[in-house]
């Protein structure tokens, strides 16, 4: 292995799950709409989190269940994004539309069977950004899960120490 793929495989995925960290504290953290959630995870349901593309950088520090598989293409920047996010204790399953996508389709319908919550982004690698495409809906029908999607937003708004808004 060269120097800077051994830096990729192993460095990248420690400072990238740091970084992610170090902005969760930097961050007032406000939820909103968790209570259907709740109520499928103290019935003991698990349920399968959508979120687009451009909205995953936080979404480590979102999710609050015990057990999640996240699909995740078999791209070398998939393989990056696998290292970081087995770093908060996420599992992950390889594939997508256009390499492995029926095979990480079963695994996916499977573990959802099986009791754990399912991590997609529905948008697909191939877009068009922000509209769904079928194997989020397909994967809701053979395995009996509901859809909920997750979001993150930003704010840029400063405080005074007395609380007035700049």
Not at 43 to 51: M, N, Q, T
Not at 98 to 127: C, F, H, K, M
């Amino acid at each position: 292995m060269h120097v800077p793929q051994w830096i990729a495989a192993h460095i990248i995925p420690v400072l990238g799950a740091k970084c992610i960290q170090w902005l969760g504290h930097t961050l007032y953290i406000s939820k909103r709409g968790e209570e259907p959630v709740c109520k499928l995870y103290r019935e003991g349901k698990s349920v399968i989190f959508a979120f687009w593309h451009g909205r995953q950088l936080m979404m480590p520090l979102a999710y609050r269940g015990k057990l999640a598989y996240i699909l995740i293409s078999q791209h070398r920047d998939g393989e990056l994004i696998d290292r970081v996010i087995s770093r908060f204790g996420f599992r992950s399953v390889r594939g997508s539309t256009t390499r492995g996508g029926n095979a990480a389709l079963r695994q996916l319908i499977r573990y959802g069977r099986t009791g754990a919550d399912l991590v997609i982004t529905p948008d697909g690698p191939r877009g068009p950004q922000g509209t769904v495409q079928e194997g989020v809906i397909h994967l809701a029908k053979m395995t009996g899960l509901p859809i909920v999607p997750v979001t993150v937003a930003y704010s840029k708004k400063k405080f005074s120490p007395v609380g007035i808004s700049l």
